[in-house]
């Protein structure tokens, strides 16, 4: 299993473009999530979903988008970056009735100038 | 508003020395507390915390819960290099929503 990846790992964007970042895991769990984590913030719930066609908002979730199509990704889109969305982002999942124990991916180190 | 508290934000000691982390919360509806790790990239699941006064342990490491003070403390003792990490603490408040302290950094060195 490669558990759950994201990609890029890297990201340098310009205010205003959008772009998505990428997230799948082969574990078949029907939790899966975004973060943001920013120094002295700890990590911030963006959008999460509990199953393929279903998402809600967390925290944070403006200036971003999601959708689940199917069990395996999950997919985050910024809609028109700006500066304050420089962060790290972490994507995560877990079994639904097992959320305590989420497993995350590498994470995408995202700028935007 | 939910809310997680971790204290200190960070801390340096030296191998051997136990170390004890706080987290505080302020909660509408509690369900259960967590401990994460953090090295390099991405958090690593410690443990699940959601009765008072039953000590959690793996190894070097034991947490505990007071649901009626709503804090925790995460203990390691004989601490080395391999401890040095970010420490998160979170809180399970809402069906499926997790809210994460700020984090402590622990620095070990030799």
């Known amino acids: 299993n490669a558990g759950v990846t994201q990609t890029p790992k890297f990201q340098v964007l310009k205010t205003g473009q959008s772009m998505t970042l990428q997230c799948a895991q082969d574990?078949?769990?029907?939790?899966m999530s975004w973060y943001r984590q920013d120094p002295g913030m700890g990590l911030r719930l963006i959008h999460y979903s509990v199953g393929a066609g279903i998402t809600d908002q967390g925290e944070v979730p403006n200036g971003y988008n999601v959708s689940r199509s199917t069990t395996e990704d999950f997919p985050l889109r910024l809609l028109s970056a700006a500066p304050s969305q420089t962060s790290v982002y972490f994507c995560?999942?877990?079994?639904?009735?097992?959320?305590?124990?989420?497993?995350f991916g590498p994470g995408t180190r995202l700028t935007v100038t | 508003e939910d809310k997680v508290v971790q204290s200190p934000l960070s801390l340096v000691v030296h191998e051997g020395d136990t170390v004890t982390l706080n987290c505080s919360y302020e909660?509408?509806?509690?369900?259960?507390l967590l401990w994460y790790k953090q090295e390099k990239k991405a958090p690593t699941f410690l443990f699940m915390l959601t009765s008072s006064g039953i000590e959690k342990k793996s190894g070097r490491l034991s947490s505990i819960l007071d649901k009626k003070e709503l804090f925790s403390i995460l203990n390691i003792t004989a601490t080395q290099t391999g401890d040095s990490a970010i420490y998160l603490c979170?809180?399970?408040?809402?069906?499926?929503?997790?809210?994460f302290g700020a984090g402590t950094t622990v620095t070990v060195r030799a």
């Open positions: 995560a999942s877990s079994p639904l009735d097992r959320v305590e124990e989420q497993y």
């Open positions: 574990m078949n769990h029907e939790y």
């Open positions: 979170a809180g399970e408040f809402n069906d499926y929503k997790l809210s």
């Open positions: 909660v509408t509806n509690f369900r259960s």
